[in-house]
């Protein structure tokens, strides 16, 4: 139970460097009778004139060690101090507590009073030094009795939140650790009395709005005194937390590990792959993988033996990008060995100093692809050719078709226009036969105007008579007088007609009328400019206009874009598109003066590639 503050005897406070004397008196609980002296000489005078009272001394200057002692026999002495130091000389002459005179709490002030008096006598050197231990401590400790009333308590400044000034009551403790936790702790007090161990009672609590964890540890002493330290866990909380985080990305990353390791073997398993490892030497240190079926050898074969040895004269591509691996380059290089293709990448493994240790390589078989992309290759230049080919009866059949009908129609049409001529200068001059022959003369003009249109529109002579500058002017005059669509042309002087090849001037005029036909119809342009020009041995012709112009995403998606790209391609030219919605087009087509050929040969060489 704690002292009743009516009984209190005297107790003697050495005030070494306290200036602050409220903080003094606020220990105090009331009831409590104080005298202040201003010097040890006055000290004992009052013990004898006040035996009931709290005697504080005000003074800087520690007493004597005989005058200590002499103080000591007649009333327990709680000194506060502000160097440590002085702790152990102290409890050597009769402290009975110390406490720290920069950090004490009212609370913890007027407990070391009590506890003081408790302790007094042979004892309380010893109680001193605990106590001093005790204050060091950054733990609530506790004295509690069987309805958790306080016997004694040490708050750290950390807890110091709703401290009152006489800890003597249960709820004095309820409004340092909560209520509810003060249960808990009670329960585990009396379950320790039970049980004979310690009890522990884990809970959060939030301070300065940041959550802290705490751990009370209760320890029955006997049935009406109980010991109850109360610690901060947050830190340990916090560790093991990043413990088990930590732990749980290392049993993913195990987890991962393992499956890429099994993704890793089965793909070795199954696909044409060869993984292999070499020393800073080009040793090879291991070699696994379903490839090594093709190349008839054995992962045993190859172990400890050195590339740059094993392949000096058979393969000298594979010693140069070892060679280059081991420089520290990452190589990649498609390389024949067996009668396989392996497109082989090297890529070295460095230390901290950056001296190459290891080098990594796999081998992937990509003879079946290369094979498939050469069989592919000749198919579309079959197909290429056979489009050039058709292209050319085509306008074969163009240009005869356009001459049948030039010259037969068009000479039939000429003598019946004659014959109906003649007729009409010998018919009598009546109205009704001479409105049938005009009307009729009429007709023949018109038949011989169509007929003359269509035989250039399958085959303009002008492009086979004069060439392909010619026919282009010629053209977009014809545009621009139908489409009512200004056409510039011009034709660079050094363009030379007679040195066209005829299949490079249809190709030309071709794509001319495609662009010139998409602009009438797609275009809203007001103004196109044509431009032919020579660059070196390539014929390039620009078409612009300044139209409503296109997205780029649908330039692919029409067949008479696609057209003008086959028809250059076969001559081994190529035509470009730049356009935007309200930016116009403009149509750039490049092909050779001679004309060219479409077919190639897959060179397997191509896919090797420089250190990325």
């Known amino acids: 139970m704690p002292l009743s503050t009516t009984s209190l005897p005297s107790v003697l406070y050495v005030g070494v460097t306290v200036t602050t004397w409220a903080r003094v008196q606020a220990a105090l609980p009331q009831g409590v009778t104080w005298m202040q002296v201003k010097g040890w000489g006055e000290v004992t005078a009052a013990l004898r004139a006040t035996p009931n009272s709290v005697i504080v001394a005000e003074t800087g200057r520690l007493p004597e060690a005989d005058q200590m002692l002499r103080v000591g026999r007649r009333a327990p002495v709680v000194a506060l101090v502000d160097d440590r130091a002085d702790y152990g000389w102290l409890a050597e002459y009769g402290v009975a507590d110390v406490l720290d005179a920069a950090t004490f709490s009212p609370a913890s002030l007027w407990a070391t009073v009590q506890y003081a008096y408790a302790r007094s006598g042979a004892q309380a050197p010893i109680a001193a030094r605990f106590r001093s231990l005790v204050q060091a401590a950054p733990d609530i400790i506790a004295r509690l009795d069987a309805q958790g009333n306080v016997l004694d308590v040490h708050i750290p400044t950390e807890f110091k939140t709703a401290v009152t000034k006489a800890m003597t009551r249960r709820s004095d403790l309820d409004q340092v650790v909560g209520a509810a936790v003060m249960d808990r702790i009670l329960a585990a007090c009396h379950a ?85 490892s070499l020393d800073a030497e080009g040793r090879f ?20 033996e050195s590339v740059l040895e094993r392949y000096a004269t058979t393969n000298t591509r594979i ?35 950056g001296a190459v240790v290891q080098v990594i390589g796999v081998a992937t078989d990509v003879t079946d692809r290369l094979e498939a992309q050469e069989e592919l290759q000749r198919s579309r230049t079959a197909l290429r050719e056979l489009a050039a080919h058709l292209q050319s009866v085509r306008e074969q059949e163009r240009r005869r078709i356009s001459r049948e009908v030039h010259d037969v129609l068009g000479q039939a049409l000429t003598a019946l226009r004659l014959n109906v001529g003649w007729l009409a200068q010998r018919l009598p001059d009546e109205p009704p036969i001479a409105k049938r022959v005009a009307t009729t003369e009429a007709l023949i003009d018109d038949t011989i105007k169509h007929v003359r249109q269509i035989a250039a529109q399958l085959r303009p002579g002008v492009l086979d008579d004069f060439g392909l500058v010619s026919a282009m002017e010629w053209y977009t005059e014809q545009f621009t007088a139908q489409a009512e669509i200004p056409v510039i042309f011009e034709a660079a002087p050094d363009v030379d007609e007679t040195e066209i090849a005829g299949e490079v001037a249809t190709a030309l005029f071709r794509i001319l009328q495609e662009a010139l036909t998409n602009v009438a119809r797609h275009a809203q342009a007001t103004r196109v400019t044509v431009a032919l020009d020579l660059d070196q041995d390539r014929l390039c012709l620009r078409v612009r206009d300044d139209g409503v112009g296109m997205d ?29 919605p309200g930016r116009g087009t403009t149509l750039a087509a490049e092909v050779p003066l001679r004309g060219g050929t479409s077919a190639q040969t897959l060179d397997l060489s191509y896919l090797i590639t420089a250190p990325s």
């Not at 049993?251 to 199954?270: I, K, M, T």
């Not at 520290?328 to 493994?349: D, H, K, M, N, W």
């Open 192 to 276: 320790s009395l039970a049980s004979g161990v310690r009890e522990r009672v884990q809970y959060e609590t939030t301070v300065r709005g940041q959550t802290r964890y705490r751990e009370a540890v209760c320890l029955a002493i006997s049935d009406e005194d109980f010991l109850v330290v109360v610690r901060d866990t947050t830190a340990l909380v916090e560790s093991e937390a990043q413990r088990v985080q930590a732990a749980s990305a290392l049993a993913r990353s195990a987890s991962e590990l393992q499956f890429r390791s099994a993704l890793l073997q089965q793909v070795a398993r199954s696909a044409p792959i060869v993984f292999f």
């Open 552 to 580: 780029p995403q649908r330039q692919t998606r029409t067949l008479g874009l696609l057209g003008m790209r086959e028809r250059a391609l076969i001559l081994d030219g190529t035509v470009e598109i730049t356009s935007a």
């Open 285 to 304: 240190m291991q070699v696994e993988g379903r490839g090594l079926d093709t190349l008839d050898v054995g992962s045993q074969d190859l172990v400890g």
């Open 319 to 353: 010693v140069r990008a070892v060679r280059r691996a081991l420089g520290g380059e990452r190589v990649s290089v498609l390389i024949e060995q067996g009668g396989r293709a392996f497109e082989t990448t090297y890529t070295p493994v460095t230390d901290d100093d």
